[in-house]
């Protein structure tokens, strides 16, 4: 598969973090001789918090996780890509607790502290005697400096593996994160993401992690869109493994975590960015700037909106500055807005102004910002003050070249 | 541009309907020497009734008509196509005044008797002049047997022209019902549809017209979806001329119309369908029936989830039965389903009951279903008794073509 041109030049490097190790194997789940399955292992005393997908049809890895570490102590991850595990019914949930009470058995832990997550084709089963039969040999292979073939592992149709890190300080303590992601299609807003995966050496328990998490899925993970199409597996999880042995936060609002909040919101954007730019079959990304709405919540349905628009979306992929295409967009989004008040921009080039065309608009200058390959399109939709970055790519014949072949 | 595969063989011949004339002309609004704007004119005591988009960013003519022909009465409609006057702001408005009042003055009647429709691009002026410069011609040119030229001049991206009629009786009076329509992209949920326009020879009024082509519009064109957006011009227009001089029903339940109804409704659906069947790069025409809903809304938004799919709408193009995007799209719906009760059909292959995938599935059948050009696919949803029929088509590399090149 050809790398997606937005792929980073250099991978960054995932040094090892005190209370994880991890790895990945060939567990054969779909193809032969690809990295399909992924561990992370956990010292005792790492808290883990989640967001997990709304969908009504969620998969049985989703199911176990919302109900699994439910006081928050977790001791390891198991992840494999090339099958779902959703719709499975009866069977999968059997499949999640046969391939958890594996891993707790091989830990020395209680399967309630093993998360798992699944990645690929829906419907099927998983092939569990293959992947019993690996896992003895992955909780072997794991290591402090797992995180390349980790994020490897779990890609489906990505391009390339997604790869963030951070550091700062909590109370003059020096503490690490790392992320992992994979996502390149099934992108959409209202849900968590495809899968994201974030360690911290930092001492954090569940209840501080989860609104955090929370809050800013919304501005990262559930800002982008790539297809509009919600997954039965999106999940992302947080681990504090505690190893740094940084001081204890009383509540969420402690100012002690005001650095660890802007490099998490941070590093969660970069993974967020780095799934729209594997985006199936993506020649341009976009950043599209709503200003002027009712609320925050608002300014971001009507970039969602906008982003995914096909219509929108193949004018893009043209280069073709159809302006008219995200005004209609707008006007489809069902937030309140004011039709004779959008001021649109594309690049720099002011196109309309109460509710019509300028008559400065020069379709030259938004053509040339068109060829580029990463965009920004700016709408201000003219009633209050709430505002959203959103972030999606093109639709080209390549989008539907993949989904039409991915199982074969 | 290549004709659909699902073009009718024959097209129906629309025969002259007592209390209207109609043609059309090449206005030259985009495109030179092709048909773009057509004209109906009814005799007097023609009533009208219409449905518009519910885009917040409706266009100028959309404006018009929601305010125009309050009394019900209707002397002339006037349609273009190639360009939307959308998003053309007080101009926009003056020159849906300027049009109106024109054909008022041709015809001898007032500029609110007059409704006006537009399709085509965007954001561009309307090119006034040749518009007001054809008129005259175009009015002396209308005749009783335009229909076939009527629908032709309607079209943009269409590949062929919709028509359709019907005749039933209201208490012993015999009385035909033709209609017209226009769309090919922008189709989708939630607006009235592209461009219908209906007319009739009964003798009805705008207050019974107007609840009937409400109910029906939701199970027809409203059941279709060709590309999930929604246009900033789309209306469906119903014309009483009272030409067959039928008895007037006393009110919209009155028994003497159930024959115009079962009609009406019929007419509905098959304009509709053939906007489906001339979906942008449609190769596949595919019905979703879903039941077993909490009502029959349920079961629409369900089924337009699956039908707007960008990965089912993939899937289908490769005829590939991946079943599992059928249930990801129901568990995205956000309607109450049952996931432990989702009984899914390919054709007459029964794939999922009790929440997995039936041990009797076979790939090999549902595959044989899906390399058809006209597919079935029945969900039931597990929870109740609403149950709607949606229309939907594949989406290949062919959408993408023709909406990067639409406006070069």
């Given at each position: 598969m050809t790398t997606s041109p937005f792929a980073p030049k250099n991978l960054p490097t995932l040094t090892s973090l005190r209370g994880v190790s991890l790895g990945a194997v060939r567990a054969g789940i779909r193809h032969a001789n690809r990295l399909d399955m992924m561990m992370m292992r956990f010292d005792a005393g790492a808290h883990v918090a989640g967001v997990y997908t709304r969908s009504l049809t969620a998969a049985a890895p989703i199911l176990w996780c919302r109900s699994a570490c439910d006081d928050g102590e977790i001791r390891a991850l198991l992840v494999n890509s090339g099958n779902a595990n959703a719709y499975t019914g009866t069977q999968g949930m059997e499949d999640v607790r046969t391939l958890t009470a594996q891993v707790a058995s091989e830990i020395g832990c209680d399967a309630s502290q093993v998360m798992i997550c699944s990645t690929g084709v829906i419907g099927e089963f998983l092939p569990v005697p293959s992947m019993m039969s690996a896992i003895p040999q992955l909780h072997h292979h794991i290591h402090a400096d797992g995180w390349d073939e980790a994020a490897r592992a779990i890609m489906t149709t990505d391009t390339f593996p997604k790869m963030a890190t951070r550091t700062c300080m909590i109370a003059g303590t020096k503490v690490t994160i790392h992320g992992i992601a994979k996502g390149s299609g099934m992108i959409a807003p209202d849900m968590a993401t495809m899968l994201g995966f974030i360690v911290t050496d930092a001492s954090l328990p569940a209840a501080i992690m989860k609104p955090l998490l929370a809050r800013y899925t919304v501005k990262t993970f559930n800002s982008i869109t790539v297809d509009s199409d919600t997954s039965t597996n999106d999940a992302v999880l947080m681990v504090a493994t505690g190893g740094s042995r940084s001081p204890a936060p009383h509540s969420a609002g402690d100012p002690i975590l005001d650095e660890l909040k802007e490099a998490l919101y941070d590093l969660m954007k970069e993974l967020a960015l780095l799934i729209v730019k594997d985006g199936?079959?993506?020649?341009k990304f976009i950043t599209y700037r709503i200003t002027g709405a009712e609320d925050d919540e608002s300014a971001r349905i009507i970039g969602l909106a906008i982003a995914n628009s096909p219509l929108v979306k193949t004018a893009l992929a043209a280069s073709d500055p159809n302006w008219g295409r995200i005004i209609a967009a707008v006007g489809k989004a069902g937030r309140w807005i004011n039709p004779d008040q959008i001021t649109l921009y594309i690049g720099d080039e002011l196109i309309t102004h109460g509710g019509a065309v300028v008559a400065t608009y020069n379709e030259a200058t938004a053509k040339a910002h068109m060829l580029q390959s990463e965009l920004l399109i700016r709408v201000d939709?003219?009633?209050?003050e709430g505002c959203a970055d959103v972030w999606g790519c093109d639709l080209t014949e390549r989008y539907i070249e993949i989904n039409a072949n991915y199982r074969s």
């Open positions: 199936e079959g993506a020649r939709v003219g009633v209050g």
